[in-house]
C-alpha cells in the first residue's frame, strides 16, 4: 500500500510538471508584431471604386528578441470576413490585395502575418466608408430643390426670405471635408471668413448676424435635423437639447476646419455646426455655431484667414 502511494505521488508530481511546462510553453509563445499596410485608398470614396492594398513587413520582427523572425513569412486578407490567402512566403512574393467596393458602407480590411503554430499571428487594419452621395444622409426632410450652376439645393422660407436647407458647394474656392470629392454635395465646403464673403452664387449672398438671429432664432435644437450618415446617427443625444428641425433648417455637425493645420485639419465632427455671418467685430469673423449639447445657438467669433466654417446662403 504504500509503494502504491508514492509511486501515484510520484505520477501525480510528473503530471503536474508536464501540465505546468505546457502552460508555460503556450504563455511565452512570442508573436509577430510591427506589421503596417501600404494603400491608396481614401478614407471616403463612390461606389464600385477599387481599393489597393499591400503587406508592408519591413518593420516585422518578434516579441521576444530571444527568437529569431523566421525564414517564411506568409500573409492573407479579410474584409467583412472573407478571408484571402495571397502568399506563404512574403519575402519572395507580396502581391496586392485588391478589393472592388460593391455597395455603400463602412469596410474593414483586415491583413495578417503567420509563421506556423510557433507564433502568433500579427494583425492590422485600414477602413474605409463608402458613399453613395444621393442616399448618404438619411433623415432629411422633402423640401424644394433648386439647381444652381449644375448644383442642387435644399431651400426654406424662413422669416421672410428663402435660405439654402444645405451647406454651400459647387465653388471653386473652400475646401472638402477631409478632401474627400465625394462628399462635396453631401456635408459642402468649409470656407475662410474671407472666402465666405464671395462665395454665394450670383442673387444669394451671405447672412449677416441679425439676418441670422432674426430669421432662424436662437434655439439650437428648432436647427438641428435628427439625421445619419450611412446609417450611423451624427447628432449624439442629450436630454438638455431636443432636435425637432422645426425652422427645416437641417444643420449637420460637420465642425470646422483649422487651415494651419496640416495633418488633423478637422474639428468637432458629430459634434457642432458652425455657420459664418458677413459680420466681423475686432478684425475677427462672426458667426453662429450649434452644440450638440448646448440647447442655445451661440454667438462666436474667429480668426478670418485660418478657421473655415460652413456657408448657408440666402436669396437676395
Keep these: 500500500m504504500k509503494n502504491t502511494i508514492f509511486y501515484t505521488v510520484l505520477l501525480l508530481a510528473a503530471l503536474s510538471a508536464f501540465s505546468c511546462k505546457k502552460k508555460d510553453d503556450d504563455t511565452t509563445k512570442p508573436s509577430l508584431t510591427g506589421l503596417s499596410i501600404i494603400s491608396d485608398h481614401d478614407n471616403y470614396m463612390g461606389e464600385g471604386a477599387t481599393v489597393h492594398v499591400q503587406a508592408d513587413v519591413s518593420k516585422l520582427t518578434t516579441s521576444d528578441t530571444k527568437y529569431s523572425l523566421p525564414d517564411k513569412i506568409g500573409i492573407y486578407y479579410s474584409v467583412n470576413a472573407k478571408r484571402d490567402t495571397v502568399t506563404t512566403d512574403v519575402n519572395a512574393s507580396n502581391p496586392t490585395f485588391t478589393f472592388e467596393v460593391e455597395e455603400a458602407g463602412t469596410y474593414t480590411v483586415y491583413c495578417y502575418a503567420f509563421a506556423g503554430d510557433d507564433f502568433y499571428n500579427a494583425s492590422t487594419s ?61 456635408f459642402g465646403k468649409y470656407y475662410s471668413w474671407e472666402e465666405a464673403q464671395e462665395a454665394c452664387p450670383e442673387g444669394w449672398h451671405l447672412p449677416s448676424a441679425e439676418e441670422f438671429d432674426l430669421c432662424l432664432g436662437s434655439q439650437a435644437g428648432d436647427l438641428m435635423v435628427d439625421a445619419t450618415f450611412v446609417n450611423s446617427t451624427l447628432w449624439s443625444y442629450w436630454p438638455q437639447v431636443k432636435i425637432t428641425n422645426s425652422a427645416q433648417f437641417c444643420a449637420l455637425p460637420v465642425g470646422y476646419r483649422d487651415l494651419t493645420n496640416e495633418d488633423n485639419p478637422e474639428n468637432g465632427f458629430k459634434k457642432y455646426a458652425c455657420f459664418w455671418t458677413s459680420d466681423e467685430r475686432e478684425n475677427l469673423g462672426v458667426f453662429r455655431s450649434i452644440y450638440e449639447d448646448n440647447a442655445q445657438v451661440q454667438k462666436s467669433q474667429g480668426d478670418k484667414q485660418t478657421l473655415a466654417l460652413s456657408v448657408r446662403c440666402v436669396k437676395d
Aim: proline residues 5%; without cysteine.
Design 126 to 186: 485600414i477602413s474605409f466608408t463608402a458613399v453613395d452621395p444621393a442616399t448618404a444622409i438619411g433623415g432629411l426632410p422633402e423640401l424644394p430643390t433648386i439647381e444652381i450652376d449644375g448644383h442642387s439645393f435644399l431651400t426654406i422660407e424662413q422669416g421672410g426670405k428663402t435660405w439654402m436647407a444645405n451647406n454651400l458647394y459647387g465653388t471653386t474656392s473652400g475646401t472638402d471635408y477631409q478632401d474627400s470629392e465625394i462628399l462635396t454635395s453631401v
